[in-house]
């Protein structure tokens, strides 16, 4: 008698297609992600600053907060651990990789030519590799690329629908 085979389905990667408008807010939450967990506890004030993220008692929560969970920095609301340092941890190094990958894609993109035209800034520099985890395989989209991946209805595709009779229910 033959042994069933056990049916997997392992997922290798994801891939996703951002939109221009996706970059920006992509980025400022992988640059927000690593710098929290480097102990810069202020950007978060910054990226509140329309609600009061600005303001004095604000400010002294954040850097409580800092003392509590940061003690290596002593209290220095302007010391922070480098992106480097282990205690960031792997999480943040990836976010910091893939952060820096998306970036350099992006500039390249709207930017062809490069820092040679357009100046050396840190939006052209390679990657710091910080993690053992490969980089994220990024390229760019042309126009006829972009319109065949929109055409597909489904923004996740190969999700299992749900079982008639049965309602997906929202949060309240």
Do not use: C
């Amino acid at each position: 008698m033959a042994t069933p085979v056990k049916k997997t389905n392992k997922v290798y990667g994801i891939q996703v297609t951002f939109d221009p408008k996706h970059i920006g807010p992509l980025l400022n939450a992988l640059d927000l992600y690593s710098r929290v967990l480097m102990g810069q506890l202020d950007e978060v004030g910054q990226v509140l600053w329309s609600r009061g993220g600005h303001d004095d008692e604000v400010k002294a929560h954040f850097n409580a907060i800092k003392t509590r969970l940061f003690p290596e920095l002593q209290g220095s609301p302007n010391a922070h651990l480098s992106i480097s340092n282990k205690d960031v941890g792997e999480s943040g190094h990836i976010a910091y990789e893939i952060l820096q990958v998306i970036r350099q894609a992006d500039a390249y993109a709207r930017m062809p030519e490069g820092p040679r035209v357009h100046g050396g800034t840190v939006v052209f520099d390679d990657p710091l590799k910080l993690s053992e985890e490969p980089y994220p395989r990024v390229r760019a989209l042309g126009l006829l690329e972009l319109l065949a991946d929109a055409a597909q209805d489904d923004p996740v595709p190969g999700k299992k629908k749900p079982k008639k009779g049965k309602k997906g229910g929202k949060a309240s």
